[in-house]
């Protein structure tokens, strides 16, 4: 005897929910900078944000919002960590502001990071450098206002 097919729905849906709950929320990425958090104006700085392997696309945010960049060139740092950099050539007055970093694993985008402040040291020489955007080490990924994109 067969069982009947709505107790297998119920068991196949039942199996499901544990199986989700068990995964829970995803992991909050870690957020640095190189060669620190503190740069002289005109140098380039590395914003690196890390995450649980099998990440598809990390995001980095300006604290409004209003800016991000999105790289799929994710790197694996070890055997349970995966990695971007994204890089901002010269750091100016116009992009020393606070950065976080969400990441989208299968159709899911995680929690943002911490902050990261980026501060700007004036140099003797009062170089001026012109404003720019952070840009991905994957090649030119620019800033979008209002993508579309489903994070949360």
């Not at 068991?11 to 503190?38: D, F, K, N, W, Y």
């Not at 943002?112 to 040291?121: G, I, W």
């Amino acid at each position: 005897m067969s069982p009947h097919p709505t107790a297998l729905l119920g068991l196949v849906l039942c199996l499901a929910q544990t199986i989700h709950t068990q995964e829970g929320p995803l992991p909050r990425p870690s957020i640095s900078a190189e060669p620190g958090t503190v740069i002289h104006l005109g140098r380039p700085v590395t914003i690196v944000c890390r995450g649980p392997v099998g990440v598809h696309t990390f995001r980095l945010e300006r604290e409004d919002r209003s800016k991000f960049n999105d790289t799929k060139d994710v790197s694996q740092a070890s055997p349970s960590e995966s990695k971007a950099r994204f890089r901002i050539d010269l750091l100016s007055e116009g992009n020393t502001r606070r950065y976080r970093c969400l990441y989208r694993k299968s159709t899911e985008w995680s929690q943002r990071s911490d902050y990261l402040d980026l501060v700007v040291k004036e140099t003797s020489g009062g170089m001026d450098s012109p404003v720019t955007e952070p840009d991905s080490s994957a090649g030119t990924v620019t800033g979008t206002e209002g993508s579309g994109c489903d994070a949360p």
